[in-house]
C-alpha cells in the first residue's frame, strides 16, 4: 500500500471519529492544548484532547454530589426509576453511535461495541422494575404490643471507578441501580476512555431534560457527574469521607490501593478485580459446542475482558480431538480492523498490552509450554499504530506460575487431566475467582462442579463459558477478585443502608429478654 493510500486510511478514520464526537457535541469539551492525549487503538490516531480536573475540581463535584444526594433521597422511589426509564431511552436512541464511539475509543469489534450499550439498555430497563421493589422485611417481636421491619434507605454518594475495557457498562451498573436506590453518582472513567463517558454524560443531561419536562421536577445539580484525569482522581474518591461507597473495577493492584484507603475512614468498597477465568472439559462433553464457547471466551474482545478464558482443563480421552479442532479455529479467526463487519478481533488497548502479552508467551515455553497457535503480531497496513496479534493457545504440561498469572490479552493455556475431582482443585488453584465453567452431559460432573467442593468462583457455568455474563445475576468474584457484587440479584443492598426499626403499638414497655428495670 502507498503512503498516499494509507495516509488516506488515516483521514478516513479520523473523519469518522470527528462525526462521532460531533454526534454527541463533544467537541466542547475538547482542547488542542489540553494535557489528557486520547488515542484510538485502532491506529493509534488522536480522538483528542481533554483538560483534566484537579483534586480540588473533585473535591467540588463530589460536595455537590452530595447536595444532590440530600434532595435525590426524598423523591420517591418508583419517580426516580422514570429518571433511569428515560436514561434507557436516550441510549436506545443512540445505540448505533454510542456503540461505535466504544468501538473507537477501546478497539472493541462493532458487534461488541453495540453489545455493550444494550447491556446500558437491559440495566436501565432491570433498574426501573427494581424502582418498585426496594423490599424490606417485617420480623416478629419477641415482645408484646411490638412490631419489627427492616427498612432500606438512600446510602449517599456513590464513587465509580471503571476500567477502559467496558468503558460504559460497568458504570452503567453501578448508576442504573444507585439513582433508583436514591443515591448520586461521581464517575472517575478510564483515562484511556474518556470521550465516551462524556457522551454518556450528554445523554443523562438529555434524559434529565426530560424528565423535569414530563414530572415538572427539578433534578438537583451533580446528581450525575463526571471527573476526567488519572490515578489521582481516584485517589480522591477514595480518600473522601463524603464518598459513602466506591464502586471500583480494574485489576488487583489497584484494587489493592482503593480497598485499604476506604476501609480506613470505614466507608464502603464494591470491587470487581481480575479474573483467571477456567473451563473443564470432560470426556461427555459435546464438542462442537465447547469449540464454539471456547473460542469466544478466549479470544472476545482480544481477551480483554475480567471473564475471558484464560485456562482450559481437557480430559484425556478427548484432548487430541479437541486440540485438534481448536488450533483449526484458533488459525481461522480473523483479526483486523474493528470497524470492518467480518473483523472478530481488533487491537489491544496499546503497546504495553502488546508487550505484557509476548512476555507471558516468553515465560510459557521457558516453563515448558508450547505454542500451538498464534502470538503473532499482524502487521496490518493503515493501522500500523495500533497493537495487532494472533490470539494464541499455549500447551501447557502442568499449571504454572504465569498460569496462575492473568494476562489481560487473547492467551490460552490448555492442559490434560484425567480425575474430575482432582482438576477442580486445579482449576481452584490461582490467586482469582471471578468466572467458571463446565463443558459435561454427566450430571453428576456438573453437580460437583456447582456444589461447595466445586468451583470457587463468584460465577460457575455449566455448557456456557465463562465470558458473557446477564444482568439478572449477580456478577462478581472471590478471593482477588475482590468479593463485590454489581447488577441484577440482590446487589442492590450494596447501595442502600439497613435499619431495623422496632414499633411500640402498645401501652406498656416490656424490655427485650426479659430484662426488668423499674425503678
Known amino acids: ?13 479520523s473523519a469518522q471519529f470527528h462525526t462521532l464526537l460531533a454526534s454527541f457535541d463533544l467537541h ?13 487503538p485502532i491506529n493509534g490516531a488522536l480522538i483528542g484532547s481533554l483538560d483534566e480536573h484537579s483534586k480540588q475540581d473533585a473535591d467540588k463535584t463530589i460536595e455537590k454530589s452530595l447536595a444532590a444526594f440530600r434532595s435525590w433521597r426524598t423523591v420517591p ?30 478497539g472493541k469489534i462493532v458487534s461488541e461495541g453495540l453489545g455493550e450499550v444494550q447491556e446500558m439498555i437491559d440495566i436501565c430497563d432491570y433498574a426501573v422494575g427494581l424502582s418498585r421493589q426496594l423490599y424490606g422485611l417485617t420480623i416478629a417481636s419477641e415482645r408484646p404490643g411490638h412490631h419489627m421491619r427492616e427498612m432500606w434507605h438512600p446510602l449517599g454518594c456513590v464513587g465509580v471507578i471503571s476500567a477502559f475495557n467496558f468503558p460504559v457498562a460497568v458504570w452503567a451498573w453501578n448508576a442504573a441501580i444507585a439513582l433508583v436506590c436514591g443515591n448520586a453518582v461521581v464517575w472517575k472513567p478510564s483515562e484511556k476512555t474518556p470521550f465516551v463517558a462524556l457522551a454518556c454524560q450528554v445523554l443523562c443531561e438529555r434524559a434529565v431534560a426530560r424528565f423535569e419536562k414530563e414530572y415538572d421536577q427539578k433534578v438537583p445539580e451533580g446528581l450525575l457527574s463526571v471527573l476526567i484525569g488519572q490515578k489521582e482522581i481516584g485517589e480522591t474518591l477514595s480518600h473522601n469521607t463524603s464518598v459513602s461507597l ?241 447488577s441484577g440479584s440482590d446487589s442492590w443492598k450494596t447501595y442502600m443502608r439497613r435499619q431495623t426499626q422496632t414499633i411500640n403499638y402498645s401501652d406498656e414497655l416490656p424490655l427485650a429478654q426479659g430484662v426488668v428495670f423499674d425503678l
Open 246 to 486: 466506591v464502586s471500583a473495577t480494574g485489576s488487583v493492584p489497584m484494587g489493592r490501593s482503593v480497598a485499604p484507603v476506604v476501609a480506613e475512614r470505614l466507608g464502603r468498597s464494591l470491587l470487581e478485580l481480575g479474573g483467571n477465568n477456567g473451563m473443564i472439559v470432560t470426556e461427555s462433553a459435546d464438542l462442537s459446542l465447547a469449540v464454539r464457547a471456547i473460542l469466544f471466551s478466549a479470544v472476545g474482545t482480544a481477551g480483554q475482558r475480567c471473564t475471558t478464558l484464560r485456562r482450559l482443563f481437557v480430559h484425556e480421552d478427548i484432548y487430541d480431538d479437541l486440540v485438534s479442532s481448536l488450533t483449526k479455529a484458533y488459525g481461522a479467526v480473523r483479526v483486523g480492523n474493528p470497524l470492518d463487519s467480518d473483523t472478530l478481533i481488533g487491537p489491544l488497548i496499546d503497546d504495553a498490552a502488546l508487550n505484557a502479552m509476548q512476555s507471558s508467551l516468553e515465560q510459557a515455553k521457558d516453563q515448558g509450554g508450547k505454542i500451538l497457535s498464534g502470538g503473532d503480531v499482524v502487521n496490518l497496513p493503515g493501522l500500523e499504530g495500533g497493537a495487532y496479534v494472533k490470539p494464541a493457545l499455549v500447551e501447557m504440561s502442568e499449571q504454572s506460575a504465569v498460569v496462575k498469572h492473568e494476562t489481560f490479552a487473547p492467551i490460552l493455556y490448555v492442559m490434560r487431566y484425567s480425575d474430575v475431582k482432582d482438576v477442580v482443585e486445579v482449576h481452584n488453584d490461582v490467586p482469582q475467582g471471578l468466572s467458571s465453567s463446565i463443558f459435561t452431559t454427566n450430571v453428576r460432573e456438573a453437580e460437583y462442579f456447582l456444589s461447595a467442593a466445586g468451583s470457587d468462583c463468584g460465577i460457575a457455568n455449566v455448557n456456557i463459558g465463562p465470558s458473557g455474563a446477564e444482568i439478572g445475576g449477580a456478577f462478581g468474584g472471590e478471593k482477588e477478585t475482590g468479593g463485590g457484587r454489581e
Open 77 to 106: 422511589a418508583p419517580v426516580r426509576g422514570q429518571l433511569v426509564r428515560l436514561l434507557g431511552e436516550e441510549l436506545r436512541a443512540a445505540k448505533v453511535e454510542l456503540g461505535a464511539l466504544v468501538t473507537a475509543e477501546c
Open 28 to 40: 466542547s469539551y475538547a482542547n488542542d492544548g489540553a494535557a489528557l492525549k486520547v488515542y484510538s
Open 1 to 13: 500500500m502507498s503512503e498516499a493510500v494509507a495516509k488516506a486510511g488515516d483521514n478516513a478514520l
